[in-house]
């Protein structure tokens, strides 16, 4: 299975399209986060991020 | 609070994932979990109570036991942020 990262909110899907920002996903990606519970996760609020799921920290 | 939770190198994704289905089910209070690219063999554990390793959500294959203690949230956040300093500039 190939994974990518939307080089805009880093959310990682298998899509070659971010559903949400409409542009290219990448493969180059590293780093991971999945976020549980967006409204009270310290690390989800310091990456702006507000909706569950898995992320990338770095997208090239 | 930030706990560490040792696992077998190679699976800290799959541990993540395993842990994130676990406790959405289970409904203990995680956050998030973070698994850095330059910590081998460890997953970070965003939780506001003491993680309980005894919980059965916490049984999840290739997942070798907690660090004692929490982890200074600043100490992570170098995690956060992993781009170069010369591709911030850029930015800039
Ligand atoms: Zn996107």
Not at chain 2, 42 to 63: G, R, W
Not at chain 2, 66 to 73: C, K, S, T, V
Request: some cysteine; glycine content about 6%.
């Amino acid at each position: 299975m190939v994974t990518k990262a939307c080089t805009k909110c880093h959310r990682i899907m298998e899509e070659d399209r971010c559903a949400v920002c409409n542009i290219p996903t990448s493969k180059n990606w590293s780093g991971f986060l999945i976020v549980v519970d967006p409204e009270n996760s310290n690390i989800a609020k310091d990456l702006h991020i507000t909706l569950p799921g898995e992320y990338a920290l770095r997208v090239r | 609070m930030i706990y560490a939770i040792r696992t077998l190198v190679g699976q800290e994704k799959n541990v993540a994932r395993l842990l994130a289905r676990n406790v959405k089910t289970s409904g203990i209070e995680v956050r998030s979990i973070l698994v850095p690219e330059t910590l081998k063999g460890y997953i970070l554990v965003e939780s506001d109570t003491k993680i309980d390793m005894q919980n059965p959500a916490f049984k999840v294959p290739h997942m070798k036991g907690a660090i004692e203690g929490e982890i200074p949230y600043d100490e992570i956040q170098t995690f956060l942020n992993p781009e170069p300093i010369t591709a911030s500039i850029k930015k800039g």
